[in-house]
């Protein structure tokens, strides 16, 4: 019987590096990269949001569940293309449609069906019930992770 160590050596053998090679971007399909490629320019450019939903501070609702909704105040809407108006306090959030720009003092992102928008039926909600605990930068795309 073959051992472990000496199967992972006969397959490894069967292995050789491959030197580098240089092509157009248009007859590279199927190529494997050889290295890293980074961008001159950060994209996104800004963080923002992955989705709909409401932006806020994550340590705001490190309690909210489905049998403990915690209501934050909303201060704005924020739809993609427009820049945030408000920096976001202690007890608040915003709006915030996908691609929009995450406002200063939110850290993640809550999608709409984690709250109470739908119960609401409202146009101008003012304030919101959120039943889902989200993590740190939860639902946001950083400036440059692209």
Do not use: C, W
């Not at 999608?111 to 039926?121: A, S």
């Amino acid at each position: 019987m073959l051992s472990v160590e000496e199967a992972r050596e006969r397959i490894i053998s069967k292995f050789h590096i491959l030197n580098k090679e240089y092509s157009s971007i248009l007859d590279s399909l199927g190529q494997v990269i050889a290295e890293d490629i980074y961008s001159k320019i950060m994209v996104p450019p800004l963080d923002n949001s992955a989705m709909d939903g409401f932006a806020l501070n994550n340590e705001d609702i490190v309690s909210a569940s489905e049998t403990n909704i915690v209501y934050l105040n909303v201060v704005e809407t924020i739809e993609a293309g427009r820049i945030p108006k408000k920096k976001i306090l202690k007890g608040e959030a915003s709006r915030i449609m996908t691609g929009a720009p995450i406002p200063e003092g939110a850290t993640t992102v809550v999608p709409f069906e984690d709250t109470d928008e739908n119960q609401q039926k409202k146009s101008n909600i003012t304030k919101i019930g959120i039943k889902l605990k989200t993590e740190k930068l939860e639902n946001i795309r950083t400036a440059g992770e692209d």
